[in-house]
C-alpha cells in the first residue's frame, strides 16, 4: 500500500527547461562558450552550481573563474530565469497534475515535492498547487544532488513514511536512478528509451494511470 507520493517539478508537474536554457543561454554567450539545446538536456535535475560547472567544463573554462565570480555568475543566471518565470500562473501546471492530486488525497496518500530548484517554492505557489503538499523539501538540507537518493529519502524521512510505500515521480535519468537508489517505486515521464530504468514510464503526466499503481 503506497503512502506517499513524491514529484520532481520540472518536466514532471510543469516545464521551466526553456526558461532555464534561455538564461543559461545569455550568460554562456556573455562568456563566449557554445551552448545549445541538446547540451540543456544534460542540466535537466541538475542543481544551478553543478549546471554552470557543466557548462564552464564544455567550453574550457572551468579554471577561468574564481569561487566568487562563479557565483556571481550564478546568481545573474537566476535573475534573468526569475524574470522569465515571473507570469508563471495555474495555466502552467500540466493537465492531469489537479486531477492525479485530488485522487492521491482522496485515498490518504502524501503529496511531496522534491526538486532541484531553489525556486520551486515560488513556483508552485504561482501555480496554485503550493497547499497540495505535505511536505516541500528543500534542496539546499540535502549534502548530495540526484543521481544521489538524498533528497528523495529526505520527504519520506519527514513524513515518517517508509521509502518503500512511496512512489517517485521523475523525467531525469539521475532522477529515476535515485528514487530507485532510494528504494521506491520509479514512475518516468517520458520515453522508455531515456528513462529504462524506471518501473513503468508514460510519456506525459496526463496519462499516469495512478489509479492501477495503487491497486
Ligand atoms: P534553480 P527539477 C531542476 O528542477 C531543473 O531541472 C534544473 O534544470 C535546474 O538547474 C535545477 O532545478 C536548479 O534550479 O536554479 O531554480 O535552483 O527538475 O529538479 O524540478
Ligand atoms: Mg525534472
Redesign the pocket.
Known sequence: MYKCAIF????VLTET?EQ?YEAWKVLADELGIDFDRDYNEH??????ME?LELILKNGNKTDAFSEEEKIELATRK?DL?KELIAGFTPDNLFEGVRELFDILKSRDIKIALA??????PSLIKNMGIADDFDVVVDPTSVEKGKPDPAIFLQGAKILGIDPKDCIGFED?YAGVTAIKSAGMYAVGIGSKEILPHADIVYPHIKDVEIKKILD
Open positions: 520532481d517539478l520540472d518536466g527547461s532555464h542540466l535537466k535535475g541538475v542543481s544551478r549546471s537566476n530565469y526538486s532541484a530548484s531553489r525556486n520551486a531525469a
